[in-house]
């Protein structure tokens, strides 16, 4: 099993609904979770940090779940500027403070 | 901004030829870690420098070096290069080689021909 799997999609989603994708990960000793968010050609940029059961930034919702191993984003009221691909990271299986990221899920909001 | 800047943002190069890429850490960051992100996939973890030694590797071949100076910046070099080594190469720094939050710079696009 890969670290962090994820389904890349696309995940086409009209203006205004709720999206939601799981990431999947091996290392049950993970204790911190990132959602990270990359636009078209760009540097990926923090989304947004899990380190116990979820976390909530305004219309963002992460959601963890230990038993089965997987960590979920949810996007409601989708705007277009949230078209991009997020990627699910946790630190690595080797230690402290190297990163390993799951392939993105690609969203793209239609008007 | 991340305050953390790449150079060059793209570069050609041809099979075989060697190649450095820089980069420079946020003010206060003593931790660089560079990654590759071929097109398609996540970023792959390559090493880390911390305090101006390496601390720990990816799984890269060792045509795949780096440095990280006194002001801890870095450069990451990577010799015989092969076609598969193009991709976007983002370093990310870090205050510490922890549990702490990695900010990344704009990559540079390297195209291997």
């Known amino acids: 099993r890969k670290e962090v799997e994820q389904d890349p999609g696309p995940f086409n989603v009209p203006e205004g609904a709720t999206v939601a994708f799981n990431c999947t990960y091996s290392?049950?000793?993970?204790?911190?979770f990132f959602w990270y968010r990359q636009d078209c050609r760009k540097e990926p940029k923090l989304l947004m940090s899990?380190?116990?059961s979820g976390n909530e930034d305004g219309r963002f919702t992460a959601q963890l779940n230990r038993a089965s191993q997987y960590i979920s984003l949810l996007i409601r009221d989708s705007k277009l500027s949230d078209s991009a691909t997020y990627l699910c990271v946790l630190p690595r299986g080797d230690g402290n403070n190297r990163l390993a990221f799951g392939k993105g899920n690609q969203v793209v909001v239609i008007p | 901004e991340t305050g953390v800047t790449q150079s060059p943002t793209h570069l050609i190069k041809t099979r075989g030829q060697q190649v450095t890429l820089r980069c420079s850490s946020q003010s206060g960051h003593n931790t660089v870690s560079w990654y590759q992100q071929a097109l398609g996939q996540g970023p792959q973890f390559i090493f880390q420098?911390?305090?101006?030694?390496?601390?720990g590797r990816g799984n890269f071949p060792p045509r795949f070096s780096g440095l990280q100076f006194p002001n801890y910046s870095s450069e990451l070099n990577v010799n015989a290069l092969e076609l598969d080594d193009s991709a976007l190469y983002l370093c990310?720094?870090?205050?510490?080689?922890?549990?702490?939050?990695?900010?990344f710079g704009p990559g540079t696009r390297l195209l291997v021909l």
């Open positions: 420098y911390y305090r101006e030694e390496e601390n």
């Open positions: 990310a720094s870090s205050a510490g080689d922890f549990q702490e939050t990695q900010y």
């Open positions: 290392n049950s000793a993970s204790q911190s």
């Open positions: 899990v380190y116990s």
